[in-house]
Structure formats: structure tokens, C-alpha cells
């Protein structure tokens, strides 16, 4: 059965610079920069001989009391390899140096790696930085991982719970993102991608003003919910485009998800598209295991140019009404208690 949004329809009647004006706002007001360490902080600056600063976030962390004490890490400018793992009781708050706290674009702090699934042992151990800890925030940190294409690749591996991610960069192929347990935001950053590039298991999660770059032909979204529990991607205002140096056999291959398990659910709000999708929007897991049962896919006012003309979503995909679109906010996603963690100054 064919399906066309009225927001699709629209599309092929407005001309694209007037489309223009519906992109999502990627901005929190007047640019501030962080370039000075907080008082107390953690100070990782490159090559430093400075006592009491670190050369590697790798040794900072490492540096870090085995307590429940609140830390936090400032990172100067550079490019620091290696992977990286936080595990320790108290909270994490990481800020790299940057002239401009609202996005993602000015970053100058890279946190790079390269270890793949195929080497390391598994998905979470390949990750470039993994957390494993409650209550850790990131501000404007890119983090990559640079193996490629052939294995799931992580640049973030994340399994801790009330983890906010804000102006920063994820770079990756293969399951870039593992958001695996517990509750957290992305929010004014960029994820780049190609196949199931943002997965996870039962965690609920909030996306907004972000930047998705895909890459490849693939899949943005690949849920692993697997029982009828309070698990949830929500993308509320963010765009969707092609990486720079994209494959060029992506165009009209790309879809918004697909299910990992059989109770995935995915819903976007206010998508502006220029990334060429599949006319199918979404797709099954597999001919042999399409894992469709249970899923709830969903999307509403799903907006510019790279919508195909031909829409055709498949049966087990959802268009919201705009009452039931306002349902899916923020507090549905992460629950009622969600400003005592989330840094409120990054969301629209």
C-alpha cells in the first residue's frame, strides 16, 4: 500500500528554498566559549610537562579516586589515541577546550581509536571511549573510531545511566553509538555512520538538535528492544544528511531504522532529510528474520529533499497524528525526573 504524508506532499509543491526555513534551529543562543579550565578540575593538555596536568585522558581517568566523589577533567586542545574506559562510583563531568559551548563544529579536543569487534573481543570492548559509570557528562569531545569498514566499530560504548552528551562528535562506520542501558541525552552534537550506527538494548533515549551524517548505505537505528518495556529512541529536531565523502551509492539506500529485536521502537519528530532515503523509510531486519511483530516505528512531520517522491512505507511503520506526536516528548522518553541530570541549556 502506498503511503504519502501530507508533509511529503507538500514537499512537491513548495520550492526547496523555501524548505529551507523549516530546518530545526542548531543554536543556544550567544556563543560561549570554554577555553579555562574550571576551578579544581582535571587538566589533560598534550605533550605537557606541567606537574599536576596529564599528557592523556587515558591517565587522567586512570588518576581518578576510586570514590564517589564528583571530578571533572578539562581537556586542552589535540588529538589523544587510545581507548578509554570510565568505571568508578562518583560522577564524570569531561569539557574540551572550545571557542564556541553551543555545537559541535569548533571542537578541538579528538579522542581517536581504531580497535574493532573482530579484535577486541566484542562490540563494547572495541569502543574508543567506554562509560561505565553514573552521572557523566561530555561537552564538545570528538570521539572516533577510525577502523572503517568490515566490523562493528564503537567510538562511544555506553552503559551507564543519566549520561548527558552535549556538542560533541561521534565518528564512526558500524554501530558508532552503542547507547546500551539506562537513560541518557545527545544533544547539539553529531553522529556520523553508515550500518545500525545508533543501537542499543533497553535504554531510553532523548536526541535533539543533532547533526546524523550517514556515510554509506545502511541504517541509522537498530533497537534491540526486545520486551514491551520503557525502552525508546526519541529524535525530536534533528537533521539527517550525507557525510562528507559519502559512498556514492548511497543515495536512495538509507533507511531510518531497522529492528534489531522485536519490540524496537524509534520515533522522529520533525526530521529535516536531505540524506536521499529508500522509499520504504524503514526496513525489516532481514528477508529471513524481519523481526516486525512488535516493532513501533515512527515519524511525523518528516520534512525535505531527501524524501523520495515515491514514499511506500511498509505495514509495521507508523505515522503519528499530531496529537499523538505531542505524546512523545522528553519527560515520556526519560521520565519525570529528568532535569535534575540534563543540562536544560542545550535544548530547544
Request: hydrophobic fraction near 40%; glycine fraction near 8%.
Amino acid at each position: 500500500m502506498k503511503i504519502v504524508k501530507s508533509s511529503y506532499f507538500f514537499l512537491m509543491l513548495v520550492p526547496i528554498q523555501l524548505l529551507m526555513f523549516s530546518i530545526p534551529v542548531l543554536s543556544i543562543g550567544p556563543p560561549t566559549s570554554r577555553t579555562v579550565p574550571p576551578d579544581g578540575a582535571i587538566v589533560v593538555r598534550a605533550n605537557t610537562t606541567t606537574s599536576g596536568e596529564f599528557p592523556s585522558l587515558i591517565e587522567a581517568v586512570g588518576a581518578l579516586p576510586a570514590d564517589s566523589s564528583t571530578q571533572v577533567i578539562f581537556i586542552y586542545p589535540g588529538r589523544y589515541v587510545g581507548q578509554v574506559l570510565i568505571q568508578r562510583k562518583g560522577p564524570v563531568t569531561i569539557y574540551g577546550y572550545t571557542v564556541d559551548t553551543s555545537s559541535y563544529v569548533n571542537n578541538a579536543v579528538v579522542i581517536t581509536a581504531s580497535a574493532s569487534a573482530s579484535t577486541a573481543g566484542s562490540d563494547d570492548a572495541s569502543g574508543t571511549l567506554r562509560l561505565k559509570t553514573d552521572n557523566v557528562s561530555i561537552y564538545n569531545v570528538d570521539i572516533r573510531n577510525d577502523f572503517g569498514v568490515g566490523s562493528q566499530a564503537l567510538a562511544l560504548s555506553n552503559y551507564a545511566n543519566q549520561v548527558g552528551v552535549y556538542g560533541c562528535g561521534l565518528y564512526g562506520f558500524q554501530d558508532t553509538l552503542r547507547a546500551d542501558r539506562g537513560l541518557h541525552v545527545y544533544l547539539h552534537g553529531y553522529i556520523e555512520g553508515a550500518v545500525d550506527f545508533i543501537f542499543s538494548q533497553t535504554s531510553q533515549v532523548y536526541f535533539e538538535s543533532n547533526t546524523i551524517a550517514v556515510s554509506s548505505p545502511g541504517c541509522i537505528t537498530a533497537s534491540g528492544r526486545s520486551t514491551n518495556d520503557s525502552g525508546i529512541y526519541l529524535f525530536n529536531a534533528n537533521q539527517i544528511v550525507l557525510a562528507p565523502k559519502a559512498a556514492t551509492n548511497t543515495s536512495g539506500k538509507v533507511y531510518l531504522g531497522r529492528p534489531w529485536q522485536d519490540y524496537a521502537r524509534v520515533v522522529f519528530k520533525s526530521t529535516f532529510v536531505t540524506a536521499p532515503l529508500n522509499s520504504a523509510i524503514w526496513s525489516e531486519w532481514s528477508p529471513a528474520t524481519p523481526n516486525t511483530d512488535h516493532v513501533f516505528f515512527a515519524d511525523y512531520n518528516t520534512t525535505g529533499p531527501g524524501i523520495p517522491s515515491d514514499v511506500t512505507e511498509p505495514g509495521f511503520a507508523t505515522q503519528l497524528t499530531a496529537a499523538e506526536a505531542a505524546a512523545y516528548d522528553i519527560t515520556s522518553a526519560l521520565g519525570s525526573s529528568w532535569e535534575s541530570w540534563v543540562d536544560t541549556n542545550y535544548l530547544l
